[in-house]
């Protein structure tokens, strides 16, 4: 896992779209504004930052935009596991 990777991705514009969509898509009513709580989380998942760690290394210039690289089930599963739990419910502390 690379600091600098999850940065860069967290940083790209079209996968921070792809995010927003998936919040949307989710049931968010204002995606945009949440997507602060979502990016780094899923930009860190480790089958997001590897994918995106490998299709750098292989020169793809957009990485956050290719579903190839990284799918929208790879997404949603990441934006999923980062969801807050809900109001007055324990969240399981799991390290990263």
Not at 58 to 71: K, L, Q
Request: charged share 15%; net charge negative; glycine share 12%.
């Amino acid at each position: 896992m690379s600091f600098a990777t999850i940065y860069t991705c967290a940083n790209d514009g079209e996968f921070q779209g792809r995010v927003t969509a998936c919040l949307a898509a989710e049931g968010h009513d204002v995606p945009g504004l949440v997507l602060g709580d979502y990016i780094w989380p899923v930009s860190s998942a480790g089958d997001v930052e590897a994918a995106y760690a490998s299709a750098l290394a292989a020169g793809n210039p957009h990485p956050g935009g290719d579903e190839a690289v990284i799918t929208d089930g790879m997404i949603l599963s990441a934006v999923q596991a980062s969801a807050p739990a809900p109001e007055g419910a324990a969240r399981s502390s799991k390290k990263r």
